[in-house]
């Protein structure tokens, strides 16, 4: 009878210990999905973040409220070369892309990590 009522007391240990473990996954299932629902507006900025180069390029300049003729005489290029960096029909220089950057305030790092 004592091995019996052992055996019965270790199966129901068992049994809790495997509930808990239970619980506890589900618990932290619904967190993690809750944690993913709320961050949907991160996951969004993320996606419009993503552009080309051209349009990082012109998103910074307006966003200091610069004109492209103000950017061109800073760094020594002229204001065509900026239009054609903004539409995408060419890239600038490393040493020019270097020179936006400081100019707008952020590092080359960040300004590239936005492009696709």
């Given at each position: 009878?004592?091995?019996?009522?052992?055996?019965?007391?270790?199966?129901?240990?068992?049994?809790?210990?495997?509930?808990?473990?239970?619980?506890?996954?589900?618990?932290?299932?619904?967190?993690?999905?809750?944690?993913?629902?709320?961050?949907?507006?991160?996951?969004?900025?993320?996606?419009?973040?993503?552009?080309?180069?051209?349009?990082?390029?012109?998103?910074?300049?307006?966003?200091?409220?610069?004109?492209?003729?103000?950017?061109?005489?800073?760094?020594?290029?002229?204001?065509?070369?900026?239009?054609?960096?903004?539409k995408g029909d060419s890239d600038p220089s490393t040493?020019?892309?270097?020179?936006?950057?400081?100019l707008y305030g952020i590092?080359?790092?960040?300004?590239?990590?936005?492009?696709?």
């Amino acid at each position: 009878m004592k091995i019996s009522a052992i055996t019965s007391t270790i199966a129901i240990f068992f049994s809790l210990l495997i509930l808990a473990v239970l619980v506890t996954l589900i618990v932290l299932v619904i967190r993690a999905l809750l944690k993913y629902l709320k961050s949907k507006e991160v996951r969004d900025e993320k996606k419009v973040i993503k552009r080309s180069l051209g349009e990082a390029l012109k998103f910074h300049r307006t966003r200091c409220k610069m004109t492209q003729e103000f950017v061109a005489e800073t760094i020594g290029v002229s204001r065509q070369a900026v239009s054609k960096w903004e539409k995408g029909d060419s890239d600038p220089s490393t040493s020019n892309l270097f020179a936006l950057a400081k100019l707008y305030g952020i590092s080359a790092e960040e300004l590239l990590k936005e492009v696709e």
